[in-house]
């Protein structure tokens, strides 16, 4: 396994140390575009990676990484269509202004909370299920 360090501008210009915190592990089961993807991921929802954020571009990422360009470019593929990072042209790709899941996972449990009271199913009862679910 090998860490690699990024950098990326914030759309102010200045120049944002995201630290070493990018590992991925060739021999690992997961493939190195899924590892890449849910580290960024991870960064975005802990804070490492702000709104505005600007990514370092798919080529200057797999020289980073050691990793093919397509290997990076499908991560960031994953991540648009998911609505966590934004490509603008030629300015690069970008952490998203909002995180799509504030609002889908709002509907995902209100719909729950609305099938676990019509089943009977008090608040303890219906985490239990929650917690189940993730094992």
Same mark, same amino acid.
């Given at each position: =396994?090998?860490?690699?360090?990024?950098?990326?501008?914030?759309?102010?210009?200045?120049?944002?140390?995201?630290?070493?915190? *990018?590992?991925?592990?060739?021999? $690992? $089961?997961?493939?190195? !575009?899924?590892?890449?993807?849910?580290?960024?991921?991870?960064?975005?929802?802990?804070?490492?990676?702000?709104?505005?954020?600007?990514? %370092? @571009? *798919?080529?200057?990422?797999?020289?980073? @990484?050691? =990793?093919? *360009?397509?290997?990076?470019?499908?991560?960031?593929?994953? /991540?648009?269509?998911?609505?966590?990072?934004?490509?603008?042209?030629?300015?690069?790709? !970008?952490?998203?202004?909002?995180? %799509?899941?504030?609002?889908? =996972?709002?509907?995902?449990?209100?719909?729950?909370? *609305?099938?676990?009271?019509?089943?009977?199913?008090?608040?303890?009862?219906? /985490?239990?299920?929650?917690?189940?679910? !993730?094992?």
């Amino acid at each position: =396994m090998h860490t690699t360090k990024l950098a990326g501008l914030c759309d102010t210009g200045h120049v944002t140390d995201l630290g070493e915190w *990018v590992q991925v592990d060739p021999r $690992a $089961a997961r493939p190195l !575009f899924d590892q890449l993807r849910t580290q960024i991921i991870e960064g975005i929802r802990d804070g490492r990676l702000s709104p505005g954020t600007r990514l %370092p @571009t *798919v080529r200057e990422l797999a020289v980073q @990484t050691t =990793m093919a *360009v397509n290997t990076v470019a499908r991560a960031y593929r994953e /991540l648009e269509t998911a609505g966590l990072v934004e490509t603008r042209g030629r300015f690069g790709t !970008f952490v998203a202004r909002a995180d %799509p899941a504030d609002s889908a =996972m709002a509907s995902a449990a209100h719909t729950y909370v *609305v099938a676990a009271r019509a089943l009977g199913l008090n608040k303890a009862a219906a /985490l239990r299920y929650v917690d189940a679910a !993730f094992g």
